[in-house]
T-cell receptor, first 115, second 112 residues
């Protein structure tokens, strides 16, 4: 069963538009961790954020913000005023005891920002 | 601080050849992982290790072997390369899965 679902395969926006990437996770554990990674066209995988299940506070880092809602098992990611450099594949991931020592990755969402 | 280093960055293999993808980390992480990423697709776990001398299969281990003789190194061996193994291979390490992974820059492998 898919533990992390990123329903949006591709999103295309024009520069300066906001874009929200959805991430829905599945776990029966009360303690777990959620992550977002970015993979730009150059190919490397870059860590963006880590959030534990006890911290539902939203987080903002520059133009990036994350909305964690346990009630809906979602950890959504918003890019405000998108720029061409935001074009990348974004992966959501889950760490929970049921999956042992491995992260469960979503399939990724490709974001294309057009100038 | 080098982080996770993968070599080579690119390689072309002929069908039936073998090779070893090297991965080394200098962060003293116990956990190490190998993933493959096919074009336009997500990450699939091949093998992982929770410490020196311990390895375990991921979801797509067939055609690959690993060893972990030291904390720093986690080489991935391809035996009898097949076109289906054409992919980008990522090595990652972690101090503990709850902290997430640090990824290497990847090895792009083409089997022809």
């Amino acid at each position: 069963a898919q533990k992390v679902t990123q329903a949006q395969t591709e999103i295309s926006v024009v520069e300066k538009e906001d874009v929200t990437l959805d991430c829905v996770y599945e776990t029966r554990d009360t303690t777990y961790y959620l992550f977002w990674y970015k993979q730009p066209p150059s190919g490397e995988l870059v860590f963006l954020i880590r959030r534990n299940s006890f911290d539902e506070q939203n987080e903002i880092s520059g133009r990036y913000s994350w909305n964690f809602q346990k009630s809906t098992s979602s950890f959504n990611f918003t890019i405000t005023a998108s720029q061409v450099v935001d074009s990348a594949v974004y992966f959501c991931a889950l760490s929970d005891p049921a999956n042992g020592d491995k992260l469960s990755f979503g399939a990724g969402t490709t974001v294309t920002v057009r100038a | 601080n080098a982080g996770v280093t993968q070599t080579p960055k690119f390689r072309i293999l002929k069908i039936g050849q073998s090779m070893t993808l090297q991965c080394t980390q200098d962060m003293n992480h116990n956990y190490m992982y190998w993933y493959r990423q096919d074009p336009g697709m997500g990450l699939k776990l091949i093998y992982y290790s929770v410490g020196a001398g311990i390895t375990d299969k991921g979801e797509v281990p067939n055609g690959y072997n690993v060893s972990r003789s030291t904390t720093e190194d986690f080489p991935l061996r391809l035996e009898l390369a097949a076109p289906s193994q054409t992919s980008v291979y990522f090595c990652a390490s972690s101090t503990g899965v709850h902290y997430g992974y640090t990824f290497g820059s990847g090895t792009r492998l083409t089997v022809v």
